[in-house]
C-alpha cells in the first residue's frame, strides 16, 4: 500500500487567487471561514440562550485576538526562538528584513497550542471583565472548537504541512 502512495505528488499551490500583488491563499481562507462559521453558532446559542449579540462581538473580539497572538507566540518561542530573539519586531508585525530593507511577508508562523493559551487567556480575561462564569464560555466555546480546527487543518494541508514534511 506504501508504494501506492509514493506515486501521488502532493504540491498544490497555496494561492487560491492574486488581485496584483494581494494574494488569497488557502489558508487564509480557511482561517477566514473558521472564524465566521464560529461566529454564527456562537450567535445561535447565545440567542438561545439569551445572551445578547453585542456580548458575543466582544468575546469573538477578545477570543481572535487571544488565538493569534498566542499562535504567533507560540511559534516563535518554540519552534523559531533563535531567529525571532534578534528579530523581535517581526513576530508582531507581518514583515522581513531582506538586505536590509523591509518587506511585507505576512504572518508565517503559528503554532495551535499557542492558540490554545491564547484562547484560554482571552477567556479568562472576558469573564473576569464581564463577571461571566469562565466554565460557562468555555463550555459554550467548546461547541465550535473542533469545527474552527477542522478548518485550520484544512489550510495546514493546502500548505502541504500536514503530510509529513
Known amino acids: 500500500m506504501n508504494m501506492l502512495l509514493n506515486f501521488i505528488h502532493w504540491g498544490p499551490d497555496p494561492v487560491l487567487f492574486s488581485l496584483g500583488p494581494i494574494e488569497l491563499r488557502y489558508y487564509s481562507l480557511c482561517w477566514l471561514l473558521a472564524i465566521v462559521l464560529a461566529y454564527i453558532l456562537m450567535l445561535r446559542v447565545f440567542k438561545k440562550e439569551g445572551k445578547s449579540q453585542e456580548l458575543l462581538d466582544q468575546l469573538t473580539i477578545y477570543v481572535f485576538i487571544g488565538i493569534f497572538l498566542g499562535a504567533r507566540l507560540g511559534h516563535c518561542l518554540f519552534y523559531d526562538f533563535a531567529y525571532y530573539k534578534d528579530h523581535i519586531i517581526e513576530i508582531f508585525l507581518p514583515i522581513q528584513q531582506v538586505n536590509g530593507s523591509w518587506k511585507l511577508t505576512g504572518f508565517a508562523g503559528l503554532a495551535s497550542h499557542g492558540a490554545a493559551f491564547g484562547t484560554l487567556a482571552s477567556l479568562l480575561l472576558f469573564s473576569r471583565k464581564y463577571k ?34
Do not use: K, Q, Y
Open 132 to 165: 461571566i462564569d469562565f466554565m460557562w464560555l468555555a463550555d459554550r466555546l467548546a461547541l465550535v472548537v473542533p469545527i474552527s480546527g477542522a478548518f485550520v487543518r484544512l489550510g495546514n494541508f493546502f500548505n502541504s504541512e500536514m503530510i509529513g514534511h
